[in-house]
């Protein structure tokens, strides 16, 4: 019984850590737009900054790639940026933005699912701040 359970709980890892890949962009990135965050749920489109260029397009790519979900119950306060990114084939995805201090960590989380929180390493977080904030 034992190794059944171990099994199935196996198996759950494997299928919950694919459904992250599916709100993932498809691909290479064409353009991320960002704005002030304006609530929980949907992307403000009145966007501050936008970039399309392949060195800020590699930055934001790799912190929303490498970002680890977080365990637990999310209790957030309201988040500071929203994220539009578009991938080459088209695909919109959303997404809220705490943008951690330098030498901090940041926190990304999906406009369709505000139940789950990916942490962004201090390395991207320091990037991220310089193209966000600059």
Same mark, same amino acid.
């Given at each position: 019984?034992?190794?059944?359970?171990?099994? @199935? $709980? =196996?198996?759950?890892? $494997?299928?919950?850590?694919?459904?992250?890949? %599916?709100?993932?962009?498809?691909?290479? &990135?064409?353009?991320?737009?960002?704005?002030?965050?304006?609530? !929980?749920?949907?992307?403000?489109?009145?966007?501050?900054? %936008?970039?399309?260029? %392949? %060195?800020?397009?590699?930055? !934001?790519?790799? =912190?929303?790639?490498?970002?680890?979900?977080?365990?637990?119950?999310?209790?957030?306060?309201?988040?500071?940026?929203? &994220?539009? @990114?578009?991938?080459?084939?088209?695909?919109?995805?959303?997404?809220?933005?705490?943008?951690?201090?330098?030498?901090?960590?940041?926190?990304?989380?999906?406009?369709?699912?505000?139940?789950?929180?990916?942490? $962004?390493?201090?390395?991207?977080?320091?990037?991220?701040?310089?193209?966000?904030?600059?």
């Amino acid at each position: 019984m034992r190794k059944l359970r171990m099994v @199935v $709980i =196996a198996l759950l890892a $494997i299928v919950l850590s694919g459904c992250m890949d %599916e709100k993932l962009p498809d691909g290479e &990135l064409a353009k991320v737009s960002i704005s002030k965050s304006t609530g !929980f749920g949907s992307v403000n489109t009145h966007f501050i900054k %936008e970039y399309e260029d %392949e %060195e800020s397009l590699e930055i !934001f790519h790799g =912190a929303i790639t490498t970002a680890v979900r977080n365990e637990g119950i999310v209790d957030m306060a309201a988040p500071e940026f929203d &994220l539009q @990114v578009v991938d080459t084939a088209g695909n919109k995805h959303g997404y809220h933005l705490w943008l951690g201090q330098t030498g901090q960590n940041s926190t990304l989380m999906d406009v369709k699912d505000t139940h789950t929180i990916y942490s $962004i390493s201090e390395d991207f977080t320091d990037s991220l701040s310089s193209l966000i904030r600059e």
